[in-house]
């Protein structure tokens, strides 16, 4: 029993001795910038259905535990955007200095300038529910405000009839979205 005790004693001493800090926030707020291609229609009649399109993009949210909540507004030539509101999960875990990033989540999504349907189509405002789901990976400049990575966010969306069309004209669609991003975080 002795041996047991001592065992179980110099086992706590060589992982307390070891041990990295952890970063295990409560609660934190954040407020992200990016640019990035996204695979939604350009709206130039000149450009093939593949063709991406470039966009700028600021996020502000918070979060709490696992839960994350944000408002997202990515910004296109010609006036044309969408704005998220999106509550969902968020987990993060970190590899050889480097912070890797999941979430998913659901929420009303508005398009300005026909953003998602493509100009095309119509260029009316219109809104709906998107769902939501990313990752992302990061490397902190400074230890812990300001980070920069990659990320890549999927979605599946549909929209509202515009109006004047029948109420059955819904348009439905996909949406990926490739970015370069920087972001400040605080947290407790």
């Known amino acids: 029993m002795k041996k ?5 004693v110099v ?17 934190s707020v954040y407020l992200g910038g990016y640019g ?11 450009a093939g259905a593949n063709a991406l399109t470039p966009g700028l993009g600021l ?4 979060r709490l535990l696992i839960f ?12 044309r955007g969408v704005t998220r509101v999106i509550a969902g999960l968020h987990a993060g875990f970190g590899v050889a200095g480097l912070r890797f990033r999941l979430r998913a989540g659901v929420g009303p999504v508005f398009e300005q300038g026909g953003a998602l349907a493509g100009t095309v189509a119509d260029t009316r405002d219109r809104h709906g529910l998107v769902a939501r789901a990313g990752v992302a990976v990061e490397k902190r400049l400074s230890p812990k405000v300001l980070a920069i990575g990659l990320g890549v966010d999927g979605e599946y969306f549909t929209l ?7 109420s059955t004209m819904r348009s439905q669609g996909s949406d990926v979205l490739a970015s370069l991003r920087v972001r400040f975080e605080l947290g407790i």
Not at 4 to 8: K, Q, R
Not at 36 to 46: A, M, Q, V
Not at 68 to 77: E, G, P, R
């Open 59 to 62: 996020e502000l949210g918070a």
């Open 36 to 46: 990035g291609l996204t695979s939604h229609p350009s709206g130039d009649p000149n």
């Open 68 to 79: 994350d909540a944000y408002v997202d507004h990515s910004a296109f030539t010609e006036g």
């Open 160 to 166: 509202d009839a515009a109006s004047g069309e029948l």
């Open 4 to 8: 047991v005790a001592a065992g179980v």
């Open 11 to 27: 086992a706590a001493a060589v992982m307390a001795l070891g041990a990295a800090p952890a970063r295990a926030e409560i609660v």
